[in-house]
């Protein structure tokens, strides 16, 4: 292999490696949970207020959950 292949599989693993790393650690939110986030952070801000977000429907059975 010629330097200049060696050079080019190291750049592209090394930039594998650091868009793989990209990313949040936490679990993802909830549509309700991201609503109340932009409402309290639009509060502080004191920018235009998002509609007050409604409590979402408890597990309401769905017609195939027997098979599971």
């Not at 801000?45 to 017609?63: I, L, Q, S, W, Y």
């Amino acid at each position: 292999m010629s330097g200049s292949r060696i050079f080019t599989t190291i750049v592209l693993v090394v930039a594998a490696a650091a868009v793989a790393g990209c990313g949040r650690k936490a679990g993802l939110d909830t549509p309700y949970e991201a609503q109340v986030t932009a409402r309290k952070e639009a509060e502080k801000a004191g920018g235009p207020m998002p509609a007050e977000p409604t409590k979402p429907e408890t597990n309401k059975p769905f017609f195939l959950d027997p098979l599971l």
